[in-house]
């Protein structure tokens, strides 16, 4: 893989990355506003404004995550973290 065909992979890897965590916020502030509406009903109450969404990721956006994870995958192995492997004793 060269240099361009990596920027590319990082890009489209930012994009999914932004969308997913797009769509998981939507759909627990929408599940939220769902419940809250549902109680407002059965308890008679007034039902609850929409709440606002999170803005779409922006070209810009996509951007900074693709360089950042430029800089990951660019960036000396030492600063990584360490994984340790942790052990369980069942009883």
């Known amino acids: 893989m060269n240099a ?15 969308e997913q965590e797009y769509h998981s916020k939507r759909e627990v502030i ?20 929409q709440p606002e969404l999170p803005p779409f990721p922006s070209e810009e ?3 900074k995550k693709a360089q950042t994870l430029n800089g ?3 960036g000396p192995s030492t600063d ?3 994984a340790t492997k942790s052990t369980h004793k069942g009883k």
Do not use: C, Y
């Open 30 to 49: 929408h599940n939220n506003w769902q419940v809250a509406t549902e109680n407002a009903r059965t308890q008679g109450q007034n039902l609850p404004n």
């Open 61 to 63: 956006d996509i951007i």
């Open 80 to 82: 990584l973290p360490v």
């Open 72 to 74: 990951f995958v660019s």
């Open 4 to 18: 361009f065909q990596l920027r590319l992979e990082l890009i489209k890897l930012a994009k999914d990355m932004l």
